[in-house]
């Protein structure tokens, strides 16, 4: 394919892939209060860990003491509330299209071997964003309750609506796709960039550097989030680390099985001097006859003077004629 053929496929893709998205957008537009398949309503689904809560932890806003809503400031919150809600659920919905389309637009580049081990990572990253986007549910419930009943004596939180949410979605969206660092250096292992040595060597300042890493992503800056993220990704980090090394240990003995450890980098490459048969020479076809040559035409017959005309063609006038 040419250049523009590449984009021409860019682009129908893309456009498949934000046609899902803009469709599963207004599915969850409407899902944020219709419940669907005996499901409860997103709303609900994500309000849920704010109203496990103590109800003398929740700033209430009705005559109903047990009821459990949020506060709204302006006249635009609630749409652009659930606008913002249902655009992350649309795009979460309509992963499978758009994951399709770009698979589909990599492939064809990929060989055979490639396009297996690429199809393993696919899999493995959708089953760690799911997995760190359910794991940032549950923690939600025990980061609230540690967030709002510190100093519930003396005052007590009135949350808005967009706060809420925007700390629901960020914390989902920060948990799901820190699961996926892990598998980036089983991949950067597996094409030989990180070996299971300098892993090895530098456990300690990667445990470190996860733990300082969640203390910056989690945008509620409580303890609970943040060591159960570090945690958790301590964990896939050495589950990393001992894929990295079943990798390497395998592509050492496939080194030795075919002599690469018994060669010297620095030693010339041998010369294979062993002659091979030429073989006789190739016979030489019979000459073909050559065509006459076509007699070349002689110089063209002047044309005969017409009747009482000078044979010798006129003359140029004289200066003595001239008076």
């Given amino acids: 394919m040419t250049l523009v053929e590449h984009l021409y496929e860019l ?34 689904l994500l309000k849920a860990p704010y109203c496990e809560l ?6 209430s806003f009705s ?23 249902g655009a992350t659920a649309g795009v979460v919905l309509a992963c499978p299209v758009w994951l399709y389309q770009l698979w589909g637009f ?4 990929l060989h055979r071997k490639e396009r297996r081990y690429s199809l393993g990572f696919v899999s493995a990253a959708a089953v760690l964003f799911v997995a760190g986007a359910v794991l940032a549910y549950f923690v939600i419930s025990e980061a609230l309750g540690f967030l709002l009943t510190i100093g519930s004596e003396i005052q007590t939180t009135a949350l808005t609506g967009s706060s809420y949410f925007s700390l629901v979605v960020n914390l989902i969206v920060i948990f799901g796709v820190s699961f996926l660092i892990p598998l980036v250096v089983v991949a950067l292992n597996g094409v030989g960039v990180v070996s ?22 989690t945008p509620g800056q409580d303890p609970i989030s943040m060591i159960a993220l570090a945690a958790a990704l301590t964990l896939l980090f050495e589950i990393a680390i001992q894929v ?3 990798n390497d240990r395998r592509r050492a003995r496939r080194r030795a099985a075919e002599g690469w450890d018994s060669w010297d980098p620095d030693a010339p490459s041998p010369i294979d001097t062993t002659p091979s048969d030429v073989g ?16 070349v035409p002689g110089p063209a017959t002047p ?13 140029a006038p004289r200066y003595d004629d001239i008076t």
């Fill in 11 to 44: 682009r129908n893709r893309l456009g498949i892939s934000l046609a899902a998205i803009v469709v599963t957008t207004v599915f969850g537009y409407i899902w944020f209060e219709v419940p669907f398949f005996g499901m409860p309503s997103l709303g609900e």
């Fill in 54 to 59: 103590p109800a003398s932890s929740r700033a």
């Fill in 63 to 85: 005559a109903d003491p047990n009821a459990c809503t949020l506060l709204a400031t302006t006249p635009f919150d609630q749409f652009m509330l659930r606008l913002k809600v």
């Fill in 106 to 109: 990599i492939t064809p580049g």
């Fill in 196 to 217: 299971y040595d300098r892993l090895r060597r530098s456990r300690r300042g990667l445990v470190f550097g996860l733990f300082v890493f969640a203390a910056i992503a």
């Fill in 244 to 246: 990295a090394r079943f």
């Fill in 280 to 295: 006789g020479p190739s016979p030489v076809a019979e000459p073909s006859e050559i065509d006459p040559v076509a007699p």
């Fill in 303 to 315: 044309p005969a003077p017409a009747a009482g005309a000078d044979p010798a063609g006129p003359t």
